[in-house]
Protein backbone atom coordinates (compact mmCIF):
# COMPACT_ATOMS: atom_id res chain seq x y z
CA UNK A 1 0.00 0.00 0.00
CA UNK A 2 1.71 3.17 -0.99
CA UNK A 3 1.29 5.77 1.84
CA UNK A 4 2.30 3.11 4.91
CA UNK A 5 5.84 4.21 4.87
CA UNK A 6 5.05 7.75 4.97
CA UNK A 7 2.39 7.36 7.84
CA UNK A 8 4.63 5.11 9.77
CA UNK A 9 7.65 7.80 9.80
CA UNK A 10 5.30 10.66 10.40
CA UNK A 11 3.66 8.73 13.66
CA UNK A 12 7.19 7.50 14.83
CA UNK A 13 8.49 11.10 14.83
CA UNK A 14 5.43 12.87 16.36
CA UNK A 15 5.59 10.08 19.67
CA UNK A 16 9.18 11.37 19.35
CA UNK A 17 8.12 15.17 19.61
CA UNK A 18 5.03 14.63 21.69
CA UNK A 19 6.72 12.29 24.65
CA UNK A 20 9.65 11.95 24.57
CA UNK A 21 10.98 15.62 23.14
CA UNK A 22 12.14 17.61 26.34
CA UNK A 23 9.73 19.80 27.15
CA UNK A 24 11.48 22.83 26.62
CA UNK A 25 12.77 21.91 23.39
CA UNK A 26 12.46 24.82 20.60
CA UNK A 27 9.31 24.24 18.43
CA UNK A 28 8.26 21.05 19.77
CA UNK A 29 4.57 22.07 19.56
CA UNK A 30 4.86 23.22 16.49
CA UNK A 31 6.35 19.94 15.10
CA UNK A 32 3.84 17.93 16.84
CA UNK A 33 0.96 19.76 15.30
CA UNK A 34 2.34 20.22 12.23
CA UNK A 35 3.33 16.29 11.78
CA UNK A 36 -0.49 15.36 13.31
CA UNK A 37 -2.11 17.93 10.60
CA UNK A 38 -0.33 15.99 8.03
CA UNK A 39 -1.21 12.73 9.13
CA UNK A 40 -5.14 13.68 8.72
CA UNK A 41 -4.49 15.47 5.49
CA UNK A 42 -3.22 12.06 4.12
CA UNK A 43 -6.35 10.69 2.45
CA UNK A 44 -7.57 14.53 1.00
CA UNK A 45 -7.19 15.75 -2.31
CA UNK A 46 -8.34 18.90 -3.52
CA UNK A 47 -8.24 20.20 -7.34
CA UNK A 48 -6.10 23.35 -8.52
CA UNK A 49 -5.86 24.01 -12.42
CA UNK A 50 -7.80 20.69 -13.38
CA UNK A 51 -4.57 18.89 -11.07
CA UNK A 52 -5.31 16.43 -8.12
CA UNK A 53 -3.25 17.83 -5.48
CA UNK A 54 -2.77 15.62 -2.34
CA UNK A 55 -3.82 18.22 0.96
CA UNK A 56 -0.19 16.37 2.99
CA UNK A 57 1.66 17.58 0.22
CA UNK A 58 -0.03 20.81 -0.37
CA UNK A 59 1.03 21.62 3.18
CA UNK A 60 4.54 20.31 2.83
CA UNK A 61 5.10 23.03 0.01
CA UNK A 62 3.58 25.38 1.87
CA UNK A 63 5.98 24.97 4.42
CA UNK A 64 9.12 24.90 2.32
CA UNK A 65 7.93 28.21 0.39
CA UNK A 66 7.46 30.05 3.55
CA UNK A 67 10.58 29.14 4.93
CA UNK A 68 12.81 29.90 2.02
CA UNK A 69 10.91 33.09 1.39
CA UNK A 70 12.65 34.16 5.37
CA UNK A 71 15.99 33.78 3.80
CA UNK A 72 18.53 36.21 2.58
CA UNK A 73 19.02 37.35 -1.45
CA UNK A 74 22.45 35.41 -1.39
CA UNK A 75 20.80 32.20 0.47
CA UNK A 76 17.59 31.83 -1.76
CA UNK A 77 20.41 32.16 -5.05
CA UNK A 78 22.48 29.65 -3.60
CA UNK A 79 19.52 27.29 -2.69
CA UNK A 80 17.38 27.94 -5.74
CA UNK A 81 20.55 26.58 -7.46
CA UNK A 82 20.39 23.42 -5.24
CA UNK A 83 16.49 23.07 -5.79
CA UNK A 84 16.48 23.35 -9.61
CA UNK A 85 19.56 20.46 -9.64
CA UNK A 86 17.18 18.23 -7.17
CA UNK A 87 14.30 18.94 -9.34
CA UNK A 88 15.42 17.80 -12.22
CA UNK A 89 17.35 14.99 -10.93
CA UNK A 90 13.48 14.13 -9.59
CA UNK A 91 11.65 14.13 -12.49
CA UNK A 92 14.52 12.36 -15.05
CA UNK A 93 14.06 9.75 -12.29
CA UNK A 94 10.24 9.89 -12.45
CA UNK A 95 10.33 9.69 -16.52
CA UNK A 96 12.53 6.91 -17.16
CA UNK A 97 10.54 4.72 -14.69
CA UNK A 98 7.41 5.21 -16.24
CA UNK A 99 9.30 5.10 -19.64
CA UNK A 100 11.93 2.18 -19.11
CA UNK A 101 11.07 0.59 -15.80
CA UNK A 102 13.22 -1.92 -16.91
CA UNK A 103 16.58 0.25 -16.05
CA UNK A 104 14.69 0.34 -12.30
CA UNK A 105 16.58 -2.55 -10.79
CA UNK A 106 15.27 -1.14 -7.48
CA UNK A 107 12.13 1.12 -6.26
CA UNK A 108 12.18 4.07 -8.28
CA UNK A 109 10.93 6.15 -5.33
CA UNK A 110 14.49 4.96 -2.90
CA UNK A 111 16.18 5.53 -6.06
CA UNK A 112 14.72 8.62 -6.30
CA UNK A 113 15.03 9.25 -2.72
CA UNK A 114 18.87 8.58 -2.63
CA UNK A 115 19.65 11.03 -5.43
CA UNK A 116 17.75 13.63 -4.11
CA UNK A 117 19.44 13.54 -0.47
CA UNK A 118 23.13 13.22 -2.54
CA UNK A 119 23.27 15.54 -4.44
CA UNK A 120 21.89 18.13 -1.37
CA UNK A 121 24.70 16.95 0.53
CA UNK A 122 26.60 18.06 -2.38
CA UNK A 123 25.30 21.52 -1.69
CA UNK A 124 24.84 21.30 2.31
CA UNK A 125 27.09 19.15 4.06
CA UNK A 126 27.44 20.29 7.39
CA UNK A 127 25.59 19.48 10.31
CA UNK A 128 25.16 22.95 10.97
CA UNK A 129 23.38 23.38 7.66
CA UNK A 130 21.19 20.38 8.02
CA UNK A 131 18.03 22.17 7.87
CA UNK A 132 18.83 24.23 5.05
CA UNK A 133 19.94 20.30 3.29
CA UNK A 134 16.18 19.12 4.41
CA UNK A 135 14.22 22.12 3.16
CA UNK A 136 16.65 22.14 0.14
CA UNK A 137 15.35 18.32 -0.72
CA UNK A 138 12.21 19.06 -0.25
CA UNK A 139 11.86 21.77 -2.23
CA UNK A 140 13.88 19.98 -4.92
CA UNK A 141 11.58 17.20 -4.80
CA UNK A 142 8.33 19.40 -4.61
CA UNK A 143 9.53 21.08 -7.91
CA UNK A 144 10.54 17.69 -9.33
CA UNK A 145 6.89 15.74 -9.04
CA UNK A 146 4.51 19.24 -9.68
CA UNK A 147 6.94 19.46 -13.01
CA UNK A 148 6.94 15.54 -13.90
CA UNK A 149 2.95 15.40 -12.77
CA UNK A 150 2.62 19.02 -15.76
CA UNK A 151 5.00 16.74 -18.36
CA UNK A 152 2.69 13.99 -17.97
CA UNK A 153 -0.44 15.62 -18.40
CA UNK A 154 0.29 17.48 -21.23
CA UNK A 155 1.18 13.98 -23.25
CA UNK A 156 -1.69 12.02 -21.92
CA UNK A 157 -0.70 10.63 -18.88
CA UNK A 158 -3.19 10.96 -15.78
CA UNK A 159 -0.55 12.04 -12.77
CA UNK A 160 -1.79 13.20 -9.87
CA UNK A 161 0.50 15.67 -7.66
CA UNK A 162 2.06 14.61 -4.78
CA UNK A 163 0.76 11.15 -4.82
CA UNK A 164 0.63 8.74 -2.10
CA UNK A 165 4.34 7.19 -3.59
CA UNK A 166 5.41 10.35 -3.05
CA UNK A 167 4.62 10.83 0.60
CA UNK A 168 6.53 7.50 0.67
CA UNK A 169 9.52 9.50 -1.23
CA UNK A 170 9.63 12.22 1.18
CA UNK A 171 9.54 9.53 3.90
CA UNK A 172 12.36 7.81 2.87
CA UNK A 173 14.46 11.28 2.80
CA UNK A 174 13.69 12.08 6.11
CA UNK A 175 15.34 8.55 7.38
CA UNK A 176 18.39 9.35 5.16
CA UNK A 177 18.39 12.79 6.52
CA UNK A 178 18.21 12.06 10.01
CA UNK A 179 20.45 8.85 9.06
CA UNK A 180 23.36 11.77 8.24
CA UNK A 181 22.84 13.61 10.80
CA UNK A 182 23.61 10.90 13.21
CA UNK A 183 26.29 10.06 11.05
CA UNK A 184 27.94 14.13 11.58
CA UNK A 185 27.31 13.76 15.38
CA UNK A 186 28.77 10.33 16.12
CA UNK A 187 31.69 11.54 13.80
CA UNK A 188 32.14 14.97 16.03
CA UNK A 189 31.88 13.08 19.47
CA UNK A 190 34.47 10.18 18.33
CA UNK A 191 36.70 13.37 16.78
CA UNK A 192 36.67 15.07 20.29
CA UNK A 193 37.68 11.75 22.02
CA UNK A 194 40.71 10.88 19.67
CA UNK A 195 41.93 14.69 19.77
CA UNK A 196 44.45 15.42 22.12
CA UNK A 197 43.88 17.73 24.51
CA UNK A 198 44.28 21.61 24.49
CA UNK A 199 48.18 21.95 25.56
CA UNK A 200 49.03 18.71 25.80
CA UNK A 201 52.16 17.23 24.46
CA UNK A 202 52.24 13.72 23.02
CA UNK A 203 55.60 11.63 23.58
CA UNK A 204 57.37 10.12 20.61
Excluded at 4 to 14: M, P
Excluded at 139 to 146: F, K, M, N
Excluded at 151 to 176: Q, R
Aim: charged residues 10%.
Amino acid sequence: MEGIIFLWVAWGIWVYTTFIMRKSANGRFKYSFLLLCMICLFPHWFTIFSYEVNAAFGLMALLTFIYIRALGLRQKLYMLIALLTIAMSYAGIGMIAIYDPVLMIIDPQLVAALLSVSLGFLFYSSLEKIRMLFITVMGGCITGDVLLAITLNKIGFVESIGNHGFLDNVAYMVLLTLGWRLFLVLNALMNNKISPKKGEVKSI
